[in-house]
């Protein structure tokens, strides 16, 4: 079973009302991202640059109601109709409640510059991830030569 089976395996078991927003929401990724990797990780619809799930950049997460449309990398993006929400360091969601508001052009927009800078962002992001490893390691090591 090829991904665009799953994904579409995974919508036919979403309520109608969210199927249909998130169906319009795959077309506006696919549209926006054409190079994308797409794939089903926890119960959502991922987009990375590779193959893994813990590299991606953006994600669609039905709920109860609405769909969540997640940046990874949000808090840098160009935001001018202020449609994202979140206040942590790195990312950023929109609550999609109907198809129209799929369709929002300010949306696509957003989804092509998180693809545009996802190499600058995810280079930065695992090599702070590498730096954090480093100085755990050291630390490890510091303490069972000195104990």
């Known amino acids: 079973m090829d991904i665009v089976e799953s994904v579409d395996q995974y919508l036919t078991n979403l309520p109608p009302d969210l ?3 998130t169906r319009e929401l795959v077309a506006v990724a696919r549209k ?5 990797h797409e794939f089903i990780y926890h119960d959502a619809l991922g987009y990375s640059m ?5 590299d991606r950049i953006c994600y669609i997460a039905p709920q109860k109601g609405y769909v969540n449309f997640g940046f ?3 808090a840098n993006l160009p935001d001018p ?3 994202l929400i979140g206040e942590g360091k790195r990312l950023r969601h929109i609550k ?4 129209h508001d ?4 300010a949306l696509g927009k957003l989804i092509a510059a998180t693809w545009k800078e996802a190499p600058d962002q995810w280079r930065k992001s695992t090599r702070n991830e590498r730096k954090i490893k480093a100085n755990a390691n050291a630390i490890v ?3 069972s030569r000195s104990g």
Do not use: C, D
């Open 32 to 36: 926006n991202m054409p190079k994308a």
């Open 81 to 83: 109709k202020n449609l």
């Open 102 to 105: 799929a369709k929002n052009p």
């Open 96 to 99: 999609v409640r109907s198809v």
């Open 72 to 74: 990874f990398f949000g």
């Open 141 to 143: 090591y510091f303490l």
């Open 19 to 21: 199927q249909a927003i």
């Open 50 to 54: 590779t193959e893994s799930p813990f």
